[in-house]
């Protein structure tokens, strides 16, 4: 499935992909804030398309201008993500690349997947959460509607103890902001 917003296409990943994506996800700045290791090389990021970025409900974000993937985000239910959420709710993830800080478009691609949450997907709320010192993950969510709900120190991927921020936008929320924009 490809999903698209203005600037973006939003498509499962590639095994082509892998050169892209070590390119961006080698940077030190974006996998430590998001707790998961710089990747190492382009088999590494070969390995992580084939393993992680294979689940379902996860995109590659593609520049329509280049149709180069930039980025990630994603869709997940519960039993995949951190956050507390029930059986009708989903968790949203997402990272970019550097050199794509500050152009608004993440906050695109989690607005078109907010979309597909609530008016395909069925979901009654969404999720989302970011690590204490991450601003520019938690400037997208509120860009994008979602409001602090909790706080709580855990066990990062990189084995680090770390305080998690959680948000949530209710589906009634959400299309009470569709009306007033």
Request: net charge negative; charged share 25%; proline share 6%.
């Amino acid at each position: 499935m490809v999903l698209e917003t203005e600037r973006l296409l939003l498509r499962p990943w590639e095994e082509r992909d892998a050169a892209a994506l070590f390119r961006y996800a080698q940077d030190p700045r974006i996998g430590p804030i998001a707790g998961w290791p710089p990747h190492t090389s382009l088999e590494n990021s070969l390995e992580i398309i084939k393993g992680v970025l294979s689940e379902p409900e996860t995109y590659a974000v593609i520049l329509k201008q280049s149709a180069e993937p930039v980025g990630s985000v994603g869709i997940m239910r519960r039993g995949k993500g951190s956050a507390p959420m029930s059986e009708t709710e989903a968790e949203i993830g997402y990272w970019i690349g550097v050199p794509y800080w500050g152009q608004g478009l993440i906050p695109e691609a989690v607005r078109r997947l907010l979309q597909r949450c609530f008016m395909e997907l069925g979901c009654t709320a969404v999720w989302c959460g970011y690590y204490d010192g991450n601003e520019k993950s938690r400037r997208v969510q509120e860009k994008c509607g979602f409001l602090h709900h909790s706080s709580q120190t855990c066990r990062s991927p990189l084995g680090d103890m770390r305080l998690e921020h959680f948000t949530r936008l209710t589906k009634e929320l959400w299309e009470e902001g569709l009306h007033s924009a």
